[in-house]
Protein backbone atom coordinates (compact mmCIF):
# COMPACT_ATOMS: atom_id res chain seq x y z
CA UNK A 1 0.00 0.00 0.00
CA UNK A 2 1.34 3.78 -0.52
CA UNK A 3 -0.10 5.74 1.73
CA UNK A 4 -0.88 9.39 0.76
CA UNK A 5 0.13 12.85 3.10
CA UNK A 6 -1.44 15.93 2.18
CA UNK A 7 -0.03 18.27 4.12
CA UNK A 8 3.18 18.35 6.59
CA UNK A 9 0.92 16.49 9.37
CA UNK A 10 -0.52 13.96 7.55
CA UNK A 11 2.37 13.24 5.77
CA UNK A 12 4.50 12.40 9.02
CA UNK A 13 1.35 10.79 10.11
CA UNK A 14 1.88 8.20 6.78
CA UNK A 15 5.35 8.55 7.47
CA UNK A 16 5.14 7.03 10.98
CA UNK A 17 2.68 3.97 9.37
CA UNK A 18 5.02 2.95 6.74
CA UNK A 19 7.73 2.87 9.64
CA UNK A 20 5.34 0.36 11.63
CA UNK A 21 4.09 -1.46 8.29
CA UNK A 22 6.35 -3.27 5.94
CA UNK A 23 3.48 -3.61 3.41
CA UNK A 24 3.30 0.18 3.79
CA UNK A 25 4.95 2.79 2.09
CA UNK A 26 4.58 6.52 2.08
CA UNK A 27 4.34 9.69 -0.74
CA UNK A 28 5.21 13.12 0.69
CA UNK A 29 3.34 16.43 -0.53
CA UNK A 30 0.94 19.14 -0.57
CA UNK A 31 -2.61 18.46 -1.89
CA UNK A 32 -3.61 21.21 -4.25
CA UNK A 33 -6.53 22.33 -2.03
CA UNK A 34 -3.66 23.15 0.09
CA UNK A 35 -1.15 24.37 -2.03
CA UNK A 36 -0.30 28.12 -0.33
CA UNK A 37 1.44 25.75 2.37
CA UNK A 38 3.73 25.71 0.00
CA UNK A 39 4.53 29.24 -0.55
CA UNK A 40 5.82 28.38 3.24
CA UNK A 41 9.85 27.90 3.17
CA UNK A 42 9.59 26.42 5.98
CA UNK A 43 7.12 23.92 5.45
CA UNK A 44 8.68 23.04 1.93
CA UNK A 45 11.84 22.26 4.02
CA UNK A 46 10.49 19.63 5.90
CA UNK A 47 8.83 17.92 2.88
CA UNK A 48 11.68 17.73 1.18
CA UNK A 49 13.31 16.39 4.54
CA UNK A 50 10.54 14.36 4.74
CA UNK A 51 11.12 12.92 1.03
CA UNK A 52 14.09 11.90 1.47
CA UNK A 53 12.99 9.05 3.90
CA UNK A 54 13.62 5.66 2.60
CA UNK A 55 9.73 4.33 3.28
CA UNK A 56 9.06 7.33 0.82
CA UNK A 57 8.56 6.38 -2.86
CA UNK A 58 6.53 9.41 -4.13
CA UNK A 59 5.87 13.41 -3.84
CA UNK A 60 2.73 14.18 -3.96
CA UNK A 61 -0.27 14.29 -4.59
CA UNK A 62 0.35 17.53 -5.85
CA UNK A 63 -2.14 18.71 -9.09
CA UNK A 64 -4.86 20.74 -10.02
CA UNK A 65 -8.56 21.34 -8.42
CA UNK A 66 -10.49 23.55 -10.08
CA UNK A 67 -13.46 21.34 -8.14
CA UNK A 68 -13.30 23.05 -4.70
CA UNK A 69 -11.84 25.83 -5.14
CA UNK A 70 -9.82 26.17 -1.75
CA UNK A 71 -6.27 27.23 -3.70
CA UNK A 72 -5.64 29.43 -7.03
CA UNK A 73 -4.55 27.47 -9.90
CA UNK A 74 -1.73 30.05 -10.08
CA UNK A 75 -0.87 28.64 -5.98
CA UNK A 76 -1.70 25.48 -7.18
CA UNK A 77 0.49 25.72 -10.37
CA UNK A 78 3.67 26.65 -8.42
CA UNK A 79 3.14 24.28 -5.84
CA UNK A 80 3.10 21.38 -8.45
CA UNK A 81 6.71 22.57 -10.35
CA UNK A 82 8.09 22.54 -6.24
CA UNK A 83 7.13 19.42 -5.93
CA UNK A 84 8.08 18.08 -9.85
CA UNK A 85 11.50 19.06 -9.22
CA UNK A 86 12.07 17.61 -6.08
CA UNK A 87 10.29 14.05 -7.45
CA UNK A 88 12.86 15.03 -10.28
CA UNK A 89 15.96 15.35 -7.95
CA UNK A 90 14.92 12.32 -5.60
CA UNK A 91 14.42 10.57 -8.80
CA UNK A 92 10.93 9.05 -6.69
CA UNK A 93 7.29 8.73 -8.52
CA UNK A 94 5.42 12.40 -8.92
CA UNK A 95 1.24 11.61 -8.07
CA UNK A 96 -0.74 13.76 -9.84
CA UNK A 97 -4.37 14.95 -8.24
CA UNK A 98 -6.89 16.61 -11.40
CA UNK A 99 -10.29 17.37 -10.62
CA UNK A 100 -12.62 19.94 -12.48
CA UNK A 101 -15.71 21.24 -11.71
CA UNK A 102 -18.23 19.72 -13.41
CA UNK A 103 -18.67 19.96 -16.96
CA UNK A 104 -15.51 21.88 -16.98
CA UNK A 105 -11.69 20.86 -17.88
CA UNK A 106 -9.91 23.62 -16.39
CA UNK A 107 -7.73 21.45 -14.22
CA UNK A 108 -7.04 19.06 -17.15
CA UNK A 109 -6.05 21.25 -19.67
CA UNK A 110 -3.53 22.72 -16.79
CA UNK A 111 -2.59 19.10 -16.11
CA UNK A 112 -1.87 19.09 -19.76
CA UNK A 113 0.33 21.72 -19.98
CA UNK A 114 2.35 21.35 -17.02
CA UNK A 115 2.79 17.79 -17.90
CA UNK A 116 4.32 19.11 -20.87
CA UNK A 117 6.53 21.65 -19.08
CA UNK A 118 7.71 18.80 -16.62
CA UNK A 119 8.38 16.40 -18.49
CA UNK A 120 9.04 13.60 -16.32
CA UNK A 121 7.39 10.43 -17.17
CA UNK A 122 7.72 8.51 -13.73
CA UNK A 123 4.24 10.06 -12.82
CA UNK A 124 0.84 8.70 -12.00
CA UNK A 125 -2.56 10.03 -12.80
CA UNK A 126 -4.15 9.41 -10.06
CA UNK A 127 -7.75 8.71 -9.75
CA UNK A 128 -7.67 9.21 -13.46
CA UNK A 129 -10.38 11.83 -14.78
CA UNK A 130 -11.58 10.31 -17.90
CA UNK A 131 -10.15 13.25 -19.61
CA UNK A 132 -9.28 11.91 -23.32
CA UNK A 133 -6.62 15.17 -24.01
CA UNK A 134 -4.96 14.61 -20.99
CA UNK A 135 -5.22 10.77 -21.13
CA UNK A 136 -2.86 11.24 -24.20
CA UNK A 137 -0.59 13.25 -23.02
CA UNK A 138 0.28 11.34 -20.47
CA UNK A 139 0.29 8.19 -22.20
CA UNK A 140 2.77 9.98 -24.74
CA UNK A 141 4.80 11.02 -21.88
CA UNK A 142 5.20 7.73 -20.12
CA UNK A 143 2.87 8.03 -17.27
CA UNK A 144 0.86 5.78 -15.42
CA UNK A 145 -2.69 5.92 -15.05
CA UNK A 146 -4.23 4.96 -11.95
CA UNK A 147 -7.71 4.08 -11.63
CA UNK A 148 -10.32 4.46 -8.22
CA UNK A 149 -13.68 3.00 -7.14
CA UNK A 150 -15.88 5.00 -9.35
CA UNK A 151 -14.34 3.09 -12.51
CA UNK A 152 -17.01 0.49 -11.36
CA UNK A 153 -19.66 3.03 -11.45
CA UNK A 154 -22.20 2.05 -14.05
CA UNK A 155 -22.75 6.08 -15.42
CA UNK A 156 -19.08 6.37 -15.94
CA UNK A 157 -18.49 5.83 -19.42
CA UNK A 158 -15.73 7.90 -20.17
CA UNK A 159 -13.24 6.21 -17.99
CA UNK A 160 -14.41 2.69 -18.99
CA UNK A 161 -13.59 3.80 -22.07
CA UNK A 162 -10.07 4.98 -20.71
CA UNK A 163 -9.54 2.03 -18.51
CA UNK A 164 -9.58 -0.59 -21.65
CA UNK A 165 -7.64 2.11 -23.69
CA UNK A 166 -4.74 2.37 -21.37
CA UNK A 167 -2.02 -0.64 -22.34
CA UNK A 168 -1.36 -2.93 -19.50
CA UNK A 169 2.33 -1.87 -18.85
CA UNK A 170 0.69 1.84 -17.74
CA UNK A 171 -2.17 0.70 -15.50
CA UNK A 172 -2.40 0.63 -11.91
CA UNK A 173 -5.40 0.40 -9.60
CA UNK A 174 -6.22 2.11 -5.99
CA UNK A 175 -8.38 2.95 -3.53
CA UNK A 176 -8.46 6.91 -2.85
CA UNK A 177 -9.55 5.54 0.42
CA UNK A 178 -11.81 6.61 2.40
CA UNK A 179 -13.40 7.62 -0.77
CA UNK A 180 -15.04 6.42 -3.99
CA UNK A 181 -15.76 3.31 -2.43
CA UNK A 182 -16.34 0.75 -5.48
CA UNK A 183 -19.85 -1.10 -6.14
CA UNK A 184 -21.05 -2.76 -3.94
CA UNK A 185 -19.87 -0.69 -1.37
CA UNK A 186 -20.67 2.07 -3.22
CA UNK A 187 -21.75 5.03 -0.43
CA UNK A 188 -20.32 3.36 2.10
CA UNK A 189 -16.49 4.32 3.74
CA UNK A 190 -14.20 2.78 1.35
CA UNK A 191 -11.10 0.87 2.74
CA UNK A 192 -7.81 -0.17 0.98
CA UNK A 193 -8.91 -4.50 1.09
CA UNK A 194 -11.86 -2.82 -1.23
CA UNK A 195 -9.70 -2.88 -4.46
CA UNK A 196 -10.49 -5.82 -4.82
CA UNK A 197 -13.51 -5.09 -6.66
CA UNK A 198 -12.06 -2.20 -8.75
CA UNK A 199 -9.97 -5.14 -10.52
CA UNK A 200 -12.35 -7.16 -11.13
CA UNK A 201 -14.53 -4.74 -12.42
CA UNK A 202 -11.47 -3.89 -14.57
CA UNK A 203 -10.61 -7.35 -15.25
CA UNK A 204 -13.91 -7.88 -16.81
CA UNK A 205 -13.89 -4.60 -18.69
CA UNK A 206 -10.93 -5.79 -20.25
CA UNK A 207 -11.70 -8.95 -21.08
CA UNK A 208 -8.87 -10.53 -18.89
CA UNK A 209 -8.48 -12.74 -15.76
CA UNK A 210 -8.13 -11.02 -11.92
CA UNK A 211 -5.11 -12.46 -12.07
CA UNK A 212 -3.70 -11.18 -14.75
CA UNK A 213 -4.96 -7.77 -13.71
CA UNK A 214 -4.09 -8.47 -10.45
CA UNK A 215 -0.04 -9.46 -11.65
CA UNK A 216 0.45 -6.30 -13.94
CA UNK A 217 -0.75 -3.54 -11.62
CA UNK A 218 1.54 -5.58 -8.89
CA UNK A 219 4.23 -5.15 -11.37
CA UNK A 220 3.53 -1.28 -12.45
CA UNK A 221 3.36 -0.32 -9.07
CA UNK A 222 6.30 -2.20 -8.18
CA UNK A 223 8.20 -0.90 -10.48
CA UNK A 224 6.88 3.33 -11.07
CA UNK A 225 7.72 3.47 -7.03
CA UNK A 226 10.88 1.20 -6.98
CA UNK A 227 9.74 -0.75 -4.06
CA UNK A 228 12.22 -3.16 -3.03
CA UNK A 229 9.83 -6.46 -3.59
ZN1 LIG B 1 -6.52 13.04 -5.15
Redesign the pocket.
Known sequence: MVSIGTNVERCKATLLLSEKHANVWAAVGI?PNNASDAKDEKIRTEIERLAEHARVVAIG?T?FDTYWDDETLETQIASFRWQVNLAKRLDKAVIL?I?DKDGQEESSLTAINMLKEAQYSKGIL??FNGHKGLLETGLELGWTVSFAGNLTYKKATELHEAAKSVPKERLLIET?SPFLAPVPKRGKKNEPAFVAYTAAFLAELRGESVEEVEAYTDANAIKIYGLPL
Open positions: HEGHRHCD
